[in-house]
């Protein structure tokens, strides 16, 4: 019924190969894009924004960023906070010291110096693999948290150690500081989530994709076919620091625009972004989003059914909400070990087939 | 449960009632997470003043108030997300009891014209009101603090602490940082030596800070910590024997949570505060009459007379006087967020006002203007006796040094106006 297959012709290689070969499919991005773009930034409000579109669209692109190294490439990390970490602080040290340069190009900056971080703790990922690198990873974690507190060069010498984003804008747009306009921040945000995916979508059906993947299910096997480990584990490195660099920076500046780096960038920020992508699901860019979507706007949902609409005591909604996420988390993988992608997938295959499974 | 049945009551009434009509004072609190055990009395004492003020006077000026609470968990980003949420309730005052989420706070509500009080904590230079044109931290803020701690050491030394050593153990985040300065100013100023002792957060691990107190034998150690830290610090102290009567708490360390676990080990420990310990006033008889005997005690109902619960009824009792004034000033007993500001910039806190509510001698008088948004900045000593489990207050309100505290004010105040490009709010 839904997802029919035929009559739909493909008459190139261009069409063969495009992200989303079935129609259906494709119209319903299309119709994803055109809400996100033409029709949300008009209905918008700071409540929206701020409590739940920003944090959903930065965390999908951390999310996008670890899943390149953890389900594409399959390199276990637990550095993700440290590392947004690195993005905000390279994003804030750029915003001061060249007030004049678009955000567009700081933010972006950011990411790239993350990514050069990100290749510096992963030269260990050449020796050891799994639980170790995820220790290594966690020492980067722990290192670079440190390391924001420890030198006030990071912070500007303010006298608490926490970093403020001042206001900043983009062709004379405010998108920084408490003037900033919801739609503002939402949008800029949105151009970055969808680039971010177009991008890793791109890279992991192509050349680079295949190697990771490769190393990914069998690095010795992918050895002797030609796939330099050094290269492909650094690119995925690199990559996927970018990227959560980008969410770093987009956290700091345009959601809270004043962090402290241990509270926001720790180990639990590591432990959120790893969940959302094993929820998810791993070596999936929709499952990203899935994973992100999951993991923050169902505790404010949550909030919202308990203290909102039922009048509970937010004590007690506060402690429910934990029990649910978690219990759904284990529903979850219990059903679904491959996450909220393959339950997706698998719901798309039985659509297909419907009405008539046989 | 029965005890849950009333509030739930109350807040399903709350729910049900249009807020349109009320003063609105939300309270983000935090009943979970590792600093429950300091965010629970303190929204308790908030709602349970107000509450009483509705059951007793019918709300403030004829008007009822209304405490919608948000679970921030002492986390920014439910911060953030609370703060929107209530923004729509048109909130009168944000009281966030954290000072991470004040700093997020602090552009937010200035930009949105709603004042917020950050009693004791937050941003300290924000008591620059030339600057921090919607933030107040009346009537004592961090450095009011270390200098308090440094008068009370001065006198109890006569005078002179040239050579001493001093150990600041403290909350490695933007909350335990704010004393380092005007620690360090200080130590110049009277010649003793100086050191820090970070403790990460939550700080449930403090083996390795107590050894090095241990080994440098600091005469006195000063302490800004908060939640599980403080108890965890105060059994340490005890485990090296360190002096209890030389270890001086912030009043965010020095509350009956923090010295209990440690038993009889934490008798002699000091803490400052800048309000009145136990529940020996009028008040408290309102509060029984009026909310406890009537089932509508917030949370438990066990909190009352606590150090955190006293804070939360002072917080609550000067937002209610703001508002008092701010209605007087306005002419009108509804009254939006920004004659609220006006309210808390005309605030006056007399001995007689005090009398009158029910709270003599409960905390320093002080007036606040459109320059000077921390008060007077007095502050005072209690001392936990272990046998009898109880607060003290072993010193008078005493006025701290200004000339060492103001010129840090004015360095940072002017270096966030030049940051976010402020004029001179009060010209």
């Known amino acids: 019924m839904f997802y029919r297959e035929a009559g739909d012709f493909r008459t190139t290689y261009a069409e063969d190969q495009q992200t989303f070969p079935i129609k259906f499919d494709r119209y319903r991005y299309y119709l994803v894009l055109f809400i996100a773009i033409c029709v949300v930034p008009f209905v918008i409000n700071d409540y929206w924004a701020n409590s739940l579109l920003l944090p959903f669209l930065i965390y999908a692109i951390a999310a996008i960023g670890l899943n390149i190294l953890v389900g594409y490439c399959g390199q276990v990390s637990l550095g993700t906070g440290g590392f947004m970490a690195v993005g905000a602080y390279a994003c804030y040290k750029l915003m001061t010291a060249m007030p004049d340069v678009s955000m567009f190009i700081h933010v972006l900056l950011a990411g790239a110096i993350t990514a050069a971080v990100g290749v510096l703790f992963g030269l260990p990922s050449l020796r050891i693999k799994g639980f170790y690198l995820a220790v290594a990873t966690l020492a980067a974690q722990f290192f670079l948290v440190w390391l924001f507190n420890r030198f006030p060069w990071f912070y500007n010498y303010s006298a608490s150690g926490q970093i403020n984003a001042p206001e900043r804008d983009v062709f004379g747009i405010v998108i920084t500081g408490p003037n900033a306009e919801a739609w503002a921040t939402y949008a800029f945000c949105l151009i970055f989530t969808i680039f971010s995916a177009i991008v890793a979508r791109n890279l992991t059906r192509g050349s680079v994709g295949r190697k990771w993947m490769a190393i990914r299910d069998m690095d010795i096997a992918a050895e002797i076919i030609g796939v330099n480990p050094l290269r492909a584990k650094l690119t995925a490195f690199a990559v996927s620091s970018f990227f959560i660099g980008v969410s770093g920076a987009l956290f700091f500046a345009i959601y809270l625009g004043a962090v402290e780096v241990g509270e926001a960038f720790g180990i639990t920020k590591s432990f959120l972004v790893l969940f959302m992508i094993i929820i998810g699901g791993l070596g999936s860019i929709f499952g990203s989003f899935a994973g992100a979507a999951f993991l923050v706007l169902l505790p404010v949902m949550l909030k919202v059914v308990g203290v909102d609409w039922l009048g509970w005591p937010t004590d007690i909604v506060a402690h429910l909400q934990l029990v649910i996420v978690g219990a759904l988390i284990v529903l979850f993988l219990v059903a679904e070990p491959h996450g909220i992608a393959q339950l997706w997938r698998v719901a798309k295959e039985k659509l297909r087939l419907w009405p008539f499974p046989h | ?427």
């Open chain 2, 1 to 427: 449960m029965t005890y849950k049945l009333g509030t739930l009551a109350v807040a399903g009434l709350m729910a049900a009632s249009p807020v349109m009509a009320d003063l609105v004072f939300p309270s983000l609190s935090y009943r979970t997470g590792p600093y429950a055990a300091g965010g629970i009395p303190f929204a308790d004492g908030y709602a349970d003043y107000f509450t009483m003020l509705n059951e007793r006077d019918g709300g403030i000026g004829g008007v009822m108030t209304s405490v919608p609470e948000c679970e921030t968990a002492y986390n920014t980003e439910k911060g953030v997300e609370c703060y929107e949420s209530l923004k729509d309730s048109g909130g009168l005052v944000y009281q966030p009891l954290s000072t991470g989420i004040t700093y997020q706070l602090i552009p937010k509500t200035t930009a949105d014209g709603i004042p917020m009080h950050t009693m004791g904590y937050g941003r300290t230079s924000a008591a620059n009101g030339e600057v921090f044109s919607h933030t107040f931290n009346y009537p004592a803020n961090y450095w009011n603090g270390a200098s308090g701690a440094i008068n009370y050491l001065l006198a109890e030394n006569g005078g002179d602490l040239n050579g001493k050593k001093i150990s600041l153990v403290y909350h490695n985040s933007a909350y335990g940082k704010e004393p380092i300065r005007t620690l360090q100013e200080l130590s110049k100023k009277h010649g003793f030596e100086f050191t820090e002792v970070p403790v990460d957060h939550p700080g449930q691990e403090q083996k390795s800070q107590w050894l090095q107190i241990r080994r440098d034998k600091p005469d006195y150690v000063i302490m800004y910590g908060w939640g599980v830290m403080n108890q965890v610090a105060v059994q340490e102290a005890a485990n090296i024997r360190f002096p209890m009567e030389n270890f001086i708490g912030i009043w965010w360390s020095g509350s009956e949570n923090d010295v209990l676990a440690a038993g009889a080990a934490a008798d002699g420990y000091k803490a400052l505060t800048f309000h009145g310990v136990g529940s020996d006033f009028p008040v408290f008889d309102d509060i029984k009459t009026h909310v406890v005997d009537k089932g509508l005690a917030a949370g438990a109902g066990d909190q009352i007379g606590t150090v955190l619960y006293n804070r939360g009824l002072y917080a609550a009792m000067l937002a209610a006087e703001a508002a008092k004034t701010a209605q007087e000033i306005h002419g009108t007993p509804d009254i939006t967020a920004a004659m609220m500001r006006d309210g808390m910039e005309a605030l006056k806190i007399t001995e007689e006002k005090m009398t009158e509510l029910g709270l003599p001698n409960f905390g320093p008088t002080f007036d606040v203007s459109c320059s000077n948004h921390g008060g007077t900045g007095l502050v005072g000593v209690t001392q936990w006796d272990a046998t009898a489990k109880e607060w003290t207050l072993i010193s008078d309100f005493a006025p701290t040094d200004m000339d060492v505290i103001q010129p840090l004010i004015e360095e940072d105040s002017a270096a966030y106006a030049a940051e976010n490009n402020i004029e001179n709010n009060c010209g």
